[in-house]
């Protein structure tokens, strides 16, 4: 079974400084891992989608880079602001399941 | 495209009635998803379907969760009778997958209080 972790639980930073989201899985037969953001009480927005095949996949300030050998992604956010505070799940697909993380809570402070 | 639609937003009902839970996918997506989300266990899928058809229902807690698909456009999951444990946030998520595999699109989900 896929098992997802992510580290941080929670991260508060001053505004401009840069984020650093880890996820690790175990299983390293994926076809995709997706990055998703999720604001209090509302749905999942995807972020990333990197494919097995691929080291990074960057949008605007994103990049999310993927080691699948190891089982690892990183998600870096560039010069952070107060609207990217929300909760970023890290998920990994096999065959067609997806299996998530806990999420990282992050809070950007102005 | 509007995105993945879901109906209702929100639901609080009593300990024993049947919940409804609706979900249109984007048109053109070849499966769509049901997930759980709890502050205890996190996303948890609890079935999928693949052109209308179940794959796999592992997921799905107990005889009193069923979902259906009767068509490309329209699912139901139903819950009978509920139970207050059942009150959780609950995902459709559609997607295009490919060979390669593609990325799966969220709707903004049913959150179930149940009394």
């Known amino acids: 079974k896929q098992e997802v972790t992510q580290i941080p639980a929670a991260l508060s930073v001053p505004e401009g400084e840069n984020l650093v989201l880890n996820c690790s899985f175990t299983?390293?037969?994926?076809?995709?891992l997706q990055w998703f953001r999720q604001d209090p009480g509302k749905g999942l927005t995807s972020l990333l989608l990197i494919q097995s095949s691929q080291r990074e996949q960057t949008s605007g300030r994103l990049n999310a880079s993927l080691d699948k050998s190891s089982g690892r992604s990183t998600l870096y956010i560039a010069a952070s602001q107060p609207g990217d505070s929300a909760t970023y799940l890290c998920?990994?697909?096999?065959?067609?399941?997806?299996?998530f993380g806990a999420g990282t809570t992050v809070t950007v402070r102005a | 495209d509007a995105g993945v639609i879901q109906s209702p937003r929100h639901e609080v009902t009593e300990m024993g009635q049947e919940v409804t839970l609706r979900c249109k996918p984007i048109?053109?997506?070849?499966?769509l998803f049901w997930y759980r989300q709890t502050m205890m266990r996190g996303l948890e899928l609890l079935i999928y379907?693949?052109?209308?058809?179940?794959?796999?229902d592992s997921g799905m807690p107990e005889d009193r969760f069923s979902a259906k698909m009767p068509n490309a456009s329209f699912s139901t999951l139903k819950i009978q009778p509920s139970e207050p444990r059942d009150s959780a946030v609950y995902f459709c998520a559609s997607s295009p997958i490919t060979r390669v595999g593609g990325a799966q699109y969220f709707g903004p989900g049913t959150r179930l209080l149940v009394l």
């Open positions: 379907f693949n052109n209308n058809v179940p794959i796999d």
């Open positions: 299983d390293s037969a994926i076809y995709n």
């Open positions: 048109s053109g997506h070849d499966y």
């Open positions: 998920a990994v697909r096999n065959d067609y399941k997806l299996s």
